[in-house]
């Protein structure tokens, strides 16, 4: 799991929006855990992107950048 110094944000409203369009086209996964800003994983590695996913983002501060957390699955 990736850490960052920075203080807890918000999930940028423009990149979600992207990696939901993306994901209409192809599929995404989480690639690694995506915690909130308590440390409470709210989607786990592998899982793919879905617009729960997207509910949840838009209400939690996250503890790392959702951009470093999803990518097209591997394999």
């Not at 203080?7 to 989480?30: F, G």
């Not at 793919?48 to 509910?55: I, K, R, W």
């Amino acid at each position: 799991m990736s850490q960052t110094n920075a203080a807890p944000a918000s999930a940028n409203e423009h990149v979600v929006a992207a990696i939901m369009a993306t994901a209409e086209l192809r599929q995404i996964v989480a690639s690694e855990d995506i915690v909130d800003e308590h440390g409470v994983k709210f989607w786990s590695r592998d899982q793919p992107v879905s617009h729960t996913l997207h509910q949840r983002l838009l209400e939690r501060k996250l503890r790392a950048p959702i951009e470093v957390a999803c990518a097209p699955p591997t394999g």
